[in-house]
């Protein structure tokens, strides 16, 4: 089963577009951190997928943050679109079984 949800959709202003975007991007860092957090404590390899997330994540905030910036000076506005695929799977499945 997979369903695709148009998350964000529309136009925004700078300060609009800034805090739904950079809400999400908190979140994610904030979810990876926990995750390599919890991995650590429970003296299990450190996830190096989460760390690897963590600092692109922390790169598209970046870009975020100037193009906020940018439409702000420039008296511009953001469209944004954004769609979710998600999909049912079953964790026991591998590939090519």
Do not use: C, W
């Not at 957090?37 to 790169?59: A, C, F, M, Y």
């Not at 008296?75 to 079953?90: F, S």
């Amino acid at each position: 089963m997979k369903e695709n949800i148009a998350f964000i959709k529309g136009q925004y202003s700078p300060a609009e577009a800034a805090d739904v975007l950079l809400s999400l991007l908190n979140d994610k860092i904030k979810f990876h951190s926990v995750r390599a957090l919890n991995l650590r404590h429970e003296q299990v390899n450190s996830d190096r997928t989460s760390e690897g997330k963590i600092r692109k994540l922390k790169e598209d905030k970046k870009i975020v943050e100037q193009l906020v910036l940018h439409a702000h000076k420039n008296g511009l506005e953001l469209e944004i679109n954004g769609t979710i695929e998600i999909k049912l799977v079953d964790k026991h499945h591998t590939v090519g079984a």
